[in-house]
């Protein structure tokens, strides 16, 4: 089946990108129905409309309250009737109620290997602790941060020298087909969260996927 997606983004926009480049070369069984960003002066905002697709800006600075902002943020999202929404790069928390609302049909991708490195600055955190491999995740959004089911992970070995900038790098080249091939196992029905466990193809996942390069998952 066809996925139609709500992306969620704060920043540049790269994974935006990897999602519209997926869909126009037929990697991606989806469309994107709606971008939504916290910020207006976003890179990522630009991206979205110069790839012609309907983009709204949702910034705090309106509204009394955290929850004020999240209900104003997902009805919107909700009135473009999603499938999944997918967070690609937005930086803000979301609050528990719009979280549980949606479980099950809102996915994050983040830069480590969880349940290490959780929140920001993952690639500094990897760096200080002299772990020997990083990565990234994708996961279903929970109320805990960074804390719910993850699906699917990328590994990218720690290199002598790396700083948080060429580890950052490297990840990034691996979010973008890990975030597509997930999304391509959700589009085809072999992904799903049935009571708080990843199931693939109806069956608990022990772990979560690994995607090594240049493999495709099953």
Known sequence: MSLDLAVLVSGRGSNLQALVDAIGDG??????????????NAPAVERARSAGLATQVV??????TRLEHDAALF???????????????????IGEREVQARRGRLVNIHPSLLPAFKGLHTHAQAVAAGVAEHGASVHYVTPDLDGGPVIAQARVPVQPGDDAETLARRVLAREHPLLVRTLQ???QGRIA????????????????????ANQRFP
Not at 27 to 40: K, P, S, W, Y
Not at 59 to 64: D, K, L
Not at 75 to 84: C, N, V
């Open 59 to 64: 910034a705090p600075r309106g509204f009394a």
């Open 185 to 187: 196992l959700i589009a």
């Open 193 to 212: 969260l049935r009571d708080e466990r990843v199931q693939l193809d109806g069956r608990p996942l022990a772990t979560p996927l690994q995607l090594a």
């Open 75 to 93: 009805d919107a999202i909700d009135a473009r009737k999603p499938d999944l929404i997918v967070c690609a790069g937005y930086m803000r928390l």
């Open 27 to 40: 990697q991606l069984d989806a469309r994107i129905v709606g971008v939504f960003c916290d910020r207006a």
